[in-house]
């Protein structure tokens, strides 16, 4: 409620009045009816009400990203298969830094990882902290299981710099967008506390 966020932006040292949190308030309530889970999700919530303090993040801005699959051979990705099934993913990241943009190819085993190799790729020299900061688990939830493979889903996004673990969270129809949102929320709230 009211007094737990007022709690958590003192916590933050956030200066945020009695209009702003309610302000906050509403947006807590749309999202989390659209999906979201604050509560599972405290760095997301926290970089929320820091954007509504006034905060704008400026470690990056995305300008877009593609992600591709290829599926080269076998009949099927099941285990119980003889046939060996090659599948390579790349994400492409277009992103500006300041006034510089940065385009980015990545690779991974699926689509958060190489989405994550090509953010790593993109600014990493800029800010060394990527380093030491890693995803150590992804969940995936169906929000509205009768949409079949239409449905919303909810990732959630467990991230640690060795010192520290969060969460972060994306919302979306997309499960790449989904995972997208979360992935972000988690490198930016890394970065803002890298020197914590």
């Known amino acids: ?9 003192a916590e933050l040292g956030l200066d945020i009045d009695g209009r702003v949190l309610g302000d906050v308030i509403d947006t807590l309530k749309r999202l989390e009816h659209a999906g979201y ?26 300008e877009s990203f593609r992600v591709s699959l290829d599926h080269r051979s076998g009949t099927g990705a099941r285990a119980w298969n003889d046939v060996s099934v090659e599948v ?37 020299d800029i800010y060394p902290a990527l380093e030491n900061i890693s995803l150590t688990d992804f969940k995936v939830r169906v929000l509205d299981t009768q949409k079949g493979t239409g449905a919303v889903t909810r990732v959630l996004v467990d991230s640690t710099d060795r010192r520290r673990v969060w969460t972060t969270i994306g919302v979306s129809e997309n499960i790449i967008e989904a995972s997208w949102q979360a992935l972000a929320d988690s490198v930016v709230y890394g970065l803002l ?3 914590d």
């Open 37 to 62: 889970h604050f509560e599972a999700a405290d760095a997301s919530l926290e970089l929320l009400m820091r954007g509504a303090a006034g905060w704008e993040q400026d470690f990056f801005r995305l």
């Open 193 to 195: 506390h890298a020197d």
């Open 88 to 124: 390579d993913t790349e994400a492409t990241v277009k992103l500006w830094v300041g006034g510089e943009r940065r385009v980015a190819v990545g690779e991974g085993n699926g689509p958060v990882n190489a989405l994550d190799t090509a953010v790593r790729t993109a600014l990493g």
């Open 1 to 9: 409620g009211r007094s737990t966020l007022e709690m958590r932006a």
